[in-house]
């Protein structure tokens, strides 16, 4: 069974960084596309990012772009989120996802595999 395990999720100051990791097993890497999505309480999942197989393409939405960046490293079947400009509208429990390749990323139909979780507050 396929394991997504994320981290460095916290609390942060707005404007503040963090920086989520996910180690993936159980499974073939390089054959997913890889995103994280976040869930903040009372609205549903919201797409935040993804990353093709060989990360030759990034997708974002508009109320992340410029302020996230996603990455893959392949060899050691990690993917990460970078954080930066952190708002208060940003908490939220983020959520690692293994995609089907050649999909819609962004939305949570295409997704095969959660992890559990990781809870990332932005004060204001």
């Known amino acids: 069974q396929v394991q997504l395990v994320e981290s460095g999720g916290g609390l942060v100051q707005a404007g503040g960084s963090l920086r989520l990791s996910c180690a993936a097993s159980?499974?073939?890497?390089?054959?997913?596309?890889m995103a994280w999505f976040r869930q903040a309480p009372g609205k549903e999942r919201e797409f935040v990012a993804a990353?093709?197989?060989?990360?030759?393409?990034?997708y974002y939405p508009d109320s992340v772009k410029g302020r996230f960046t996603i990455s893959r490293d392949n060899a050691r079947n990690m993917v990460y989120l970078q954080m930066n400009s952190l708002k208060p509208e940003d908490t939220a429990v983020y959520y690692c996802?293994?995609?089907?390749?050649?999909?819609?990323?962004?939305?949570?139909?295409?997704?095969?595999?959660w992890g559990q979780g990781t809870q990332v507050t932005v004060s204001s």
């Open positions: 990353i093709t197989l060989t990360g030759g393409r990034l």
């Open positions: 159980r499974l073939t890497f390089t054959r997913y596309a």
């Open positions: 996802a293994a995609e089907a390749p050649y999909s819609d990323y962004t939305t949570s139909d295409s997704v095969r595999s």
